[in-house]
């Protein structure tokens, strides 16, 4: 195995993302110090790990590059309830699929 962390890892962060963002959608107010920069600080080693991942064919060091930024977005824009609905889920499917391929082709 190429990765630090495992495809679990990644979907529950990906469960995660998702719970904070309907929070955050349903009027619920992050503190910074207490929910957000803890929650950055541990979940921005998932993003950083995507540099560890194998490539093949698909999943090539550009898409990597992507996922890295679309998910390094995600994990601030999740606690913001104004964060565009429709922008927030083509990013969660983006990355949600990228991580599904790289399961499946154990590149993780």
């Given at each position: 195995m190429s990765s630090e962390y495992t495809f679990e890892?990644?979907?529950h962060l990906l469960y995660e993302l998702n719970r904070r963002y309907a929070l955050s959608r349903e009027g619920e107010v992050f503190d910074f110090d207490q929910?957000?920069?803890?929650?950055?600080d541990k979940n921005k080693k998932l993003a950083y790990n995507?540099?560890?991942?194998?490539?093949?064919q698909r999943l090539t060091e550009k898409?990597?590059?992507?996922?890295?930024?679309e998910l390094m977005e995600l994990l601030m824009s999740?606690?913001?309830s104004r964060f565009s609905l429709k922008l927030y889920h083509e990013k969660y499917k983006y990355i949600n699929m990228w991580i599904n391929h790289a399961h499946k082709e154990g590149l993780i």
């Open positions: 890892d990644y979907r929910d957000i920069k803890p929650f950055l995507i540099e560890n991942f194998n490539t093949d898409v990597k590059n992507t996922m890295f930024e999740c606690h913001i």
